[in-house]
């Protein structure tokens, strides 16, 4: 089973900020938590990742909460070429990496 | 360009055939992963290779093989005993086993039955 828990749509409009959450009360202390996205028929994306601190770079920024149990991923200001599938997953050691079913944006024009 | 490259595109299997997907790394990744996708759904892990000559099965290998001859290919095969072989497929890669790492994946394989 995943280890991640996401809502499975959100809409958001046009050049507005988007905050898209992923719960993950069970991670370990060694768990990384990363963000891909994946638009329709191609594979995934890799987005952003971070352990304990939030991140930013140039495609959106990471905020994890104090106890990791939860993070948000950010877009600054959402375009239509944003609209995708964005997988929250949480990668260590072990090389099993499971994904869950993601979160479908949808942007509004 | 080092990238994952997927082949072919798309795929048809006859019914009782076998059939393979190909993966290919430049990346000089050590582990590589497979995984299925079904319309509207996530992803789902086959089968992951840490090493050459080395791989464990993920969640749904039933009806599928790997091998890991050489570093830069994990191929996959569709056996005749995978009765619901139709979706797609997506191969990835990384560059070592710990969590700081990116995934890479190719651009997948859509496998249709005929």
């Known amino acids: 089973d995943a280890k991640t828990t996401q809502p499975n749509s959100m809409e958001s409009n046009e050049e507005e900020p988007v905050h898209l959450p992923c719960n993950h009360s069970?991670?370990?202390?060694?768990?990384?938590i990363h963000w891909y996205r994946q638009l329709p028929s191609q594979g995934p994306e890799y987005v952003i990742h971070?352990?304990?601190s939030n991140v930013n770079n140039r495609m959106a920024s990471l905020a994890i909460a104090e106890d990791r149990k939860s993070s948000t991923l950010i877009l600054h200001r959402a375009t239509l070429r944003d609209a995708a599938v964005y997988y929250c997953i949480l990668m260590n050691r072990d090389d099993k990496i499971i994904f869950g079913k993601g979160t479908r944006l949808h942007i509004l024009p | 360009d080092g990238g994952i490259t997927q082949s072919p595109k798309y795929l048809f299997r006859k019914e009782g055939q076998n059939v393979t997907l190909s993966c290919e790394q430049n990346?000089?990744?050590?582990?590589m992963y497979w995984y299925r996708q079904d319309p509207g759904q996530g992803l789902r892990l086959i089968y992951y290779s840490q090493i050459v000559n080395d791989f464990q099965k993920g969640d749904i290998a039933e009806g599928y093989s790997v091998s890991r001859e050489k570093k830069e290919s994990f191929p996959l095969t569709v056996t005749s005993a995978q009765k619901n072989p139709t979706a797609f497929y997506l191969c990835?890669?990384?560059?070592?086993?710990?969590?700081?790492?990116?995934?890479?994946f190719g651009s997948g394989t859509q496998l249709s039955v005929l």
């Open positions: 990346l000089n990744h050590d582990a």
């Open positions: 971070g352990l304990t």
């Open positions: 990835a890669s990384r560059v070592g086993t710990g969590g700081n790492e990116k995934l890479f």
């Open positions: 069970t991670i370990s202390g060694t768990d990384y």
